[in-house]
């Protein structure tokens, strides 16, 4: 037995390695998980604390960010998360060092750290006669020299536990001290003196977990570059705190503090405005994400069919030329004449003709109606050998060989005015898409040339000038205009054009 137990041992380690890393696998598999890309920052994108994610699928998720500045200060009412949000970033990085899939949305990068040091929970010890601030004073104090600019430091509740000025005072050393040493820090807080720290500081970012004012209910969300309220006041009340001690406390607070609370409160409004501003434009990029998949799947359609063409236009012409080959063995072991060699020679000419290219259609463009896969449209815009389109109720970029030019139906002229009649000598086109705009201006020249006006203005605003560009080629190649120019100051300047008409012999 002993000559095997250097190859038992050898199988154990190597079973044991295969059972951890089935392990890690199936961890992965029951909350999602996967590994962030690594990089020289934090920023995890829709980030779950791992053992909530696997308790609870629904576990809210969270971003946590330190990007431009290596350095988060968290504030805000208990319940909302601080901690959670601490705890996560902590675990999280370890676990990705550990080669263990961790539950990160899509997008999430996070930096390697040589070290992590924590500062978190209450800690009082009756065994060493340690109060809950001495502890983290022990705990601080051990890993204070050992940070560096690879070192991760978490701080939960920094400056708690002892009188809050001179905790407020200590906290803003220990994290001035840990800015001198360039170590990446996540820390949370409730001191005041710390979060206007936070505010003028180049090196923290303030942030803030989000709450329903009304509810009293946390959001779990981080909010950046803003200072969150304790909401103490809110809190007590909530909990059956007499209005008397409320009112008593407020006063208490003094003319200083209010002025703070009242920032406070101005500066969450602003809070819940940008979270409801970034909520609509959250709904206008899916709503303009779901017409780039209409045009997308347009576009594969189209191809699809233009490789569909290409293909049978081959097979087609393949069979041609096999049948070619055949014929021509044949009939040149029967061909005894020359005519009836000139007669073979014409009959698959006559084949041949099938095979060769369509004659040319006529270029398309703007304000010409056109068809795109059964659906017609008006051209706005031609720029590199592609058309800007109204195709039924949306405008797309095609490729100029994929449309068809349609003739629209004639429309009746109209009888000619007599001189002297009313008729309208200039037209409004502003606020109306180009397309619109080109139908009205048809209908507008064919009155006004019926009526015998020698000149008219045209007035469509300067904006981008994509309106003005389309007048100005669609009178270029109108048969009822003679020239046409920019009006002059008096008359309106560069948003109208005035197009001189020809008479009824020109």
């Not at 199988?11 to 962030?36: H, M, N, Q, V, W």
């Not at 750290?113 to 001495?134: A, I």
């Not at 939960?156 to 990446?184: K, M």
């Not at 012409?317 to 009939?331: D, I, P």
Request: with cysteine.
């Amino acid at each position: 037995m002993g000559d095997f137990a250097p190859k038992i041992l050898e199988s154990f380690e190597t079973l044991t390695e295969i059972d951890l890393l089935l392990a890690k696998k199936r961890l992965a598999e029951a909350y999602g998980g996967e590994f962030p890309k690594l990089g020289d920052h934090v920023e995890l994108r829709g980030v779950k604390h791992p053992v909530l994610a696997l308790i609870n699928p629904d576990t809210v998720p969270v971003d946590i960010v330190l990007k431009e500045r290596r350095g988060l200060i968290l504030t805000g009412p208990n319940t909302g998360g601080k901690t959670v949000a601490l705890k996560t970033l902590g675990l999280v990085s370890l676990m990705v060092q550990s080669g263990i899939p961790v539950p990160v949305g899509e997008g999430s990068v996070l930096r390697i750290f040589e070290n992590v040091f924590v500062d978190v929970g209450d800690e009082q010890s009756l065994e060493q006669n340690l109060s809950t601030f001495s502890s983290h004073m022990t705990n601080i104090a051990d890993f204070l020299p050992k940070a560096g600019p690879e070192s991760l430091v978490l701080l939960d509740e920094l400056g708690a536990g002892t009188d809050p000025v001179e905790g407020s005072a200590l906290g803003i050393g220990i994290l001035e001290f840990l800015r001198r040493r360039e170590a990446w820090i996540f820390a949370n807080t409730h001191h005041t003196p710390i979060k206007v720290y936070a505010v003028n500081s180049d090196y923290f970012v303030p942030a803030s977990v989000l709450f329903d004012r009304e509810t009293l209910r946390p959001l779990y969300r981080i909010a950046y570059n803003t200072v969150g309220e304790s909401m103490a006041f809110e809190v007590a009340k909530r909990c059956g705190i007499p209005d008397e001690v409320i009112e008593i406390a407020r006063r208490n607070v003094g003319e200083l503090g209010s002025e703070y609370m009242s920032a406070m409160e101005k500066l969450a409004d602003y809070t819940r405005e940008y979270e409801k501003k970034l909520s609509e434009l959250e709904k206008l990029r899916e709503e303009l994400e779901r017409e780039k998949g209409k045009y997308e799947e347009l576009y594969r359609e189209y191809m699809e069919f233009k490789r569909r063409g290409w293909k049978e236009a081959y097979r087609e012409a393949k069979n041609y030329l096999r049948r070619l080959m055949e014929e021509g063995r044949e009939a040149l072991k029967n061909l005894k004449t020359k005519e009836d060699l000139e007669s073979f020679i014409r009959e698959q000419e006559k084949q041949l003709e099938l095979f060769a290219p369509r004659e040319e259609k006529e270029p398309v463009k703007v304000g010409d109606s056109v068809e795109f896969m059964g659906k017609r449209g008006k051209v706005l815009q031609i720029k590199d050998g592609r058309a800007y389109v109204a195709l039924e109720g949306m405008k797309i970029w095609i490729d100029l060989d994929a449309l068809k030019r349609i003739k629209e139906e004639k429309k009746e002229r109209p009888k000619p005015v007599p001189k002297g009649s009313l008729a309208r000598s200039e037209i409004n086109l502003i606020g109306m898409d180009a397309s619109t705009a080109l139908i009205e201006l048809e209908k507008f020249l064919e009155e006004a040339h019926a009526s015998g006006l020698k000149s008219v203005k045209i007035i469509h605003g300067v904006g981008k000038g994509i309106l003005k560009r389309a007048v100005h080629e669609f009178l270029s190649k109108s048969d009822k205009v003679k020239f046409y120019r920019e009006a002059y100051p008096r008359e309106g300047g560069s948003g109208v054009t005035v197009a001189f008409l020809k008479g009824p012999e020109e």
